[in-house]
């Protein structure tokens, strides 16, 4: 990695540190999307005592669990500890939740800086209410143009499951185009059977995979 590539990470993860430390709602993004004024606010280390913002990552992430490569159960205690160890204490990672009409409707992610590329993936991509048909989009789009006016972002990937076609349907109308494969492979995690990555070299036929997507798009 040359200097100035290391220097735009280590600038961008000092952005996002100081901006988790802020006050929730401070910082903010948005639109309107077919009359509907939205905003998308980054989560900030103040809201892990907001039971309503972790009961709802929760509930999310059980309803849509077989979006996710594993199954675990669900609490409280289980999501607030992901909130502190793989939100908040990541470097690379922000999670914006959409708001509309004062209602909290689901939540788009950022993750896995690549400073080679001076690229990120889009995760968490997560619709937790049905109303609003068509605002995931809108609010994907919107955070990837945060992500670049705000952290210099310049490409923007992603992975997402194989056989999730109304998802891929949708990246591919924001821009996205399928630029590789990762087969997955079924294990046995400590909550049960889950998928995940092979390893390098595995020349087994997959079962599942994930679909890698490039942004070819313009913001």
């Not at 992901?82 to 509309?100: E, N």
């Not at 590789?180 to 059977?193: A, T």
């Not at 595995?202 to 913001?219: I, N, Q």
Request: aromatic share 12%; hydrophobic share 35%; with cysteine.
């Amino acid at each position: 990695m040359d200097t100035k590539n290391s220097t735009w990470r280590n600038e961008a993860f000092y952005k996002i540190n100081a901006l988790k430390s802020t006050r929730f709602g401070d910082a903010r993004a948005g639109g309107e999307f077919n009359g509907v004024k939205y905003d998308i606010l980054p989560l900030t280390r103040d809201r892990a005592g907001d039971g309503i913002i972790i009961e709802l990552l929760g509930k999310w992430r059980k309803e849509n669990e077989s979006f996710f490569l594993s199954k675990f159960e669900v609490t409280f205690e289980r999501t607030l500890a992901w909130y502190h160890k793989q939100l908040m204490d990541k470097a690379d990672r922000l999670l914006f939740m959409i708001k509309i009409d004062g209602r909290y409707i689901g939540h788009v992610g950022l993750f896995r800086f690549d400073p080679e590329r001076r690229s990120c993936e889009i995760d968490n991509i997560v619709r937790g209410e049905k109303s609003y048909p068509g605002i995931i989009g809108a609010a994907i789009l919107s955070m990837m143009k945060w992500g670049k006016e705000t952290l210099g972002i310049e490409g923007y990937t992603l992975k997402v499951l194989g056989d999730n076609e109304r998802a891929i349907r949708l990246y591919k109308s924001l821009g996205y185009e399928e630029t590789g494969r990762i087969p997955l492979v079924l294990i046995n995690g400590k909550d049960g059977p889950e998928w995940t990555e092979a390893p390098e070299g595995w020349g087994g036929k997959p079962e599942r995979f994930y679909s890698v997507m490039t942004f070819k798009g313009r913001l």
